[in-house]
């Protein structure tokens, strides 16, 4: 293996990372995290690993990172910057969990990251947890931001079961959020086949994330990591050090 293969390795993790970003004002967060991802959340843990998300047809081990902002805009240019590159080329998409309303800036702010497709190849999605507005105009605000690549749906003031389901048949709210990560079309060397599709999964589950760094300390690691290969002339010792790092970043990500 080249050294630039090795240092693609090392900078760009497998994309079976998944991005939950709250608003601080939802309420219940944890409640969130686990029906989606059907995980114990613990105080103060912003990284999740091996996550087992299971179909019919396949299931796959993905980290679950988790972020809580009072303003999307500054985060949003944050995350569209070149600083931000590694953690994007990790994501297999973007889940934001927030209250909305008619002209909401922080949609505004989302619809930025489709626009400027910084996230090639995973999906954006926006769980409104109440929508103020006629249904008339959340229909025309999901659209909008539709054509942006990135997809909203409302939670429903019945929403009690799994299976909730819009007028026009279609899954929302939870429900929707879990069918967009069932269809995301993931790396093939992520994917556990189930062959006949009707196999006993084992039910999601996490690993022990008491010792799991911050998500601000990952992304120093990979871009302090980064910034040191750029600095090495020589082939074989960037290889070694890419090796080295491959090594010590793989456990944190």
């Known amino acids: 293996m080249s050294g630039q293969a090795v240092a693609a390795e090392f900078v760009y ?8 970003v709250f608003d601080h004002q939802v309420s219940a967060k944890d409640a969130y995290l686990s029906k989606i991802f059907n995980l114990n959340p613990t105080a103060d843990t912003q990284i999740y690993r091996n996550i087992k998300w299971s179909t019919k047809y396949y299931n796959v081990l993905i980290d679950v990172y988790v972020d809580y902002v009072d303003g999307l805009k500054s985060w949003v240019d944050d995350f569209c910057s070149h600083d931000f590159e590694e953690l994007r080329k990790a994501l297999a998409g973007c889940v934001f969990i927030r209250q909305c309303k008619d002209g ?4 505004t702010a ?15 999605a926006i769980l ?4 103020d507005a006629t249904q008339e105009r959340l229909l025309a605000v999901e659209g909008e931001l539709l054509a942006h690549g990135v997809e909203m749906t409302a939670m429903r003031s019945t929403e009690t079961e799994t299976e909730v389901k819009n ?7 939870i429900a929707r959020i879990k069918e967009i990560i069932d ?12 062959p006949n599709g009707n196999e006993n999964i084992p039910s999601k589950g996490i690993t022990n994330n008491s010792q799991m760094p911050a998500l601000d300390d990952v992304m120093g690691k990979l871009q302090e990591a980064r910034a040191k290969f750029l600095t090495i002339d020589s082939s074989e010792e960037r290889e070694a050090f890419a090796r080295e790092m491959a090594d010590e970043i793989s456990e944190l990500l």
């Open 13 to 20: 993790p497998p994309r079976n990372k998944i991005l939950v």
């Open 104 to 107: 909401d800036e922080g949609l």
């Open 110 to 124: 989302i619809s930025k990251i489709g626009q400027t497709g910084v996230i090639e190849e995973g999906f954006l």
């Open 128 to 131: 409104a947890t109440e929508f």
């Open 167 to 173: 007028e026009y048949g279609e899954l929302s709210g």
């Open 183 to 194: 269809t995301f079309q993931w790396d093939h060397e992520l994917l556990h086949r189930e």
